[in-house]
């Protein structure tokens, strides 16, 4: 990745940091429900990134995210935990001769349907750490799975819309 | 020996993630507990003035000048409250003898989302807020201080599950605590009435005179539905919070000017006592 590259995913992060803290973590549907976009960085970083930057990346612009909206450290626990499981859900998703080097991830080159369930096992892996984190006890196991059910859906939405919205400017 | 470590290194992508989850929690444990040991949050000075911003952007739509002359006003009326003077003596006004000063400020950050809900407000140390003071709005209870800088301060929402908020019955004085079960945000559970006395649906409850932290007679919520508790002779009571928790952006922050005086009182007697 060269620094123009580099500076690009700043740039999107950026965006996406402001995004949430001054339109998402204001707009709360049903109880202590919101979209959350920073998956969205996860999803869009490079396909052959080292694993151990995604890591590293995950920590640092969730724990961003957490000090503005003062979440504790549920943001950065999700991020950590979804950017652990990207390099086995990609392997599972490409294609039986592999990902074309140097592209990387976006509707356009999964497809549609491809990039939902990449989106979706992000974002669900990303929920339930955040709900387990935030209500801490495995007692309202319901509670856990309901709310990060409804988040994920909502989030999932939001991510591709403002995914393809992303694309779209670029161009 | 060895192979320990060659496992250590074959697994070293799983470590780090394992690090780094534990980071995380230790981070969200602490700060649940004591909101004042995370290094950095929303009292924060760069962080806070990035709201304010936003806040002043916001407050355009709701004619900001105009509530803050009108929460002046309060603050300047409450001083001067007869009820607020040690001595009841129409003949003597001593401005020294205070038992609470209140004075205003603005919410600059709230949420009701969460099970741990914090406000921020836009006075710190510098307007004389301290740690454990009460906030209050117009329509009734909001929180306590949990944490001050300079310029701000993090107040622990009513609407935490780590709060509790000693209040009693204005109709019988029979006083208990309230507690947040973090689902919603209109209702809290008050608990410790005993279930002898005969309550009603819709009887208010106001913040009792055993805390340091609020005046006798703040404004909590009415009843809404309640109980009996076969196994421990308490009611089970669920309140309508009076404060709408959605809409707060003018407070009071009040200062118990008596407390320390108090609690050192209590400290002694303590002392004597063991």
């Known amino acids: ?32 429900l919101f979209v959350s976009l920073p998956i969205l960085f996860i999803l ?13 990346l995950a920590f640092s612009f969730g724990l961003t995210i957490d000090i503005f909206s003062d979440t504790l450290a549920l943001n950065t626990a999700g991020l950590v935990f979804s950017a652990f499981l990207r390099p086995a859900v990609l392997s599972l998703l490409q294609p039986s001769e592999g990902f074309e080097p140097g592209k990387k991830p976006s509707v356009f080159y999964f497809g549609f349907s ?11 892996a990303f929920e339930i750490v955040y709900y387990l984190f935030e209500i801490f006890s495995f ?33 | ?14 470590f780090l993630f394992l690090l780094f989850e534990f980071l995380a929690f230790i981070f969200t444990a602490t700060e649940k507990r ?50 607020n003077f040690s001595i009841h003596d129409s003949t003597i006004i001593d401005s020294t003898n205070k038992n609470y000063n209140y004075f205003p400020a603005h919410v600059i950050k709230n949420s009701v989302a969460f099970e741990n809900n914090f406000l921020t407000i836009d006075k710190g140390s510098n307007d004389g807020v301290r740690v454990d003071d009460g906030v209050i709005c117009d329509e009734g209870i909001v929180g306590v201080v949990v944490n001050v800088s300079k310029n701000y301060s993090v107040v622990l929402s009513a609407l935490n599950v780590m709060s509790g908020i000693s209040a009693k019955l204005a109709r019988t004085g029979h006083w208990g605590n309230t ?71 003018n407070v009071l922050v009040i200062t118990d000017l008596k407390r320390e005086e108090q609690l050192i009182l209590e400290e002694e007697t303590l002392k004597e006592f063991k």
Request: glycine fraction near 4%; aromatic fraction near 18%; proline fraction near 2%.
């Open chain 2, 179 to 249: 507690n947040w079960d973090g689902r919603n945000y209109r209702y809290v559970t008050l608990e410790g009435i005993p279930n002898h006395i005969k309550i009603y649906n819709g009887d208010t409850v106001i913040t009792s005179s055993y805390s340091s932290i609020f005046p006798e007679g703040i404004m909590i919520g009415t009843i809404d539905t309640f109980g009996r508790n076969e196994e421990d002779n308490f009611y089970n009571i669920k309140l309508l919070l009076n404060t709408d928790f959605k809409k707060v952006s």
């Open chain 1, 44 to 56: 869009l970083l490079p396909i052959e990134m080292s694993k151990w930057l995604l890591l590293f």
């Open chain 2, 1 to 14: 020996m060895s192979s320990f470590f060659d496992y250590i290194r074959k697994r070293s992508f799983f």
């Open chain 2, 34 to 83: 004591r909101p004042k040991l995370f290094f950095i949050n929303s009292s924060d000075f760069f962080v806070s003035n990035l709201y304010t911003g936003f806040y002043s952007f916001k407050s355009y739509f709701s004619l900001k000048k105009e509530n803050e002359r009108l929460v002046k006003e309060i603050a300047d009326l409450k001083n001067n409250l007869n009820s």
């Open chain 1, 1 to 32: 990745m060269d620094a123009r590259e580099g500076l690009k995913y700043f740039i999107y992060s950026l965006i996406i940091l402001f995004l949430q803290i001054f339109v998402f973590n204001n707009i709360e549907f049903g109880s202590g």
């Open chain 1, 139 to 171: 007692s309202k196991f319901f509670i856990i799975i309901y709310k990060s059910l409804i988040a994920g859906i909502m989030s999932v939405i939001t991510i591709t819309i403002i995914h393809i919205l992303f694309l779209r400017n670029k161009k």
């Open chain 1, 114 to 124: 491809k990039f939902l369930i990449y989106a979706s096992i992000h974002t669900l």
